[in-house]
């Protein structure tokens, strides 16, 4: 049988006029304010830059949020380890 909890979620990314931002398969939240917002995903790290952004739906058990403001770049980052314990956040973005 297989075991829910350990199913790996199909991370998506859908923007409209570069002002509101969906995405699924979010695994958390790791910082944000009206500049920057950083998320740990399915595909590895994300960083948003803006200006005016917002988390204006956050829903983890499903892995979801929406992100409202003006998206001037969004940024991946491979980072091996990820969910790791025992390393920093830091250490882990900036290996």
């Known amino acids: 049988m297989e075991d ?3 199913t790996v979620r ?3 990314l859908t923007m409209s006029n570069r002002k509101n931002c969906t995405l699924s398969g ?3 939240v790791l910082s ?3 500049h920057e ?3 740990e995903t399915e595909q590895g ?3 948003i830059k803006g200006e005016d952004l917002h988390v204006s739906r956050l829903t983890l058990d499903k892995g979801e949020v929406d992100v409202e403001g003006k998206v001037d770049s969004l940024t991946y ?3 091996g380890g990820v969910g790791h314990k025992g390393e920093s956040l830091l250490a882990k973005l900036f290996r």
Do not use: P, T
Request: glycine residues 0%.
């Open 10 to 12: 199909m991370h998506k």
């Open 37 to 39: 917002i950083l998320l």
């Open 4 to 6: 829910l909890n350990s």
């Open 45 to 47: 790290m994300l960083m």
């Open 32 to 34: 944000f304010d009206i």
């Open 26 to 28: 979010v695994n958390d």
């Open 77 to 79: 980052s491979d980072v």
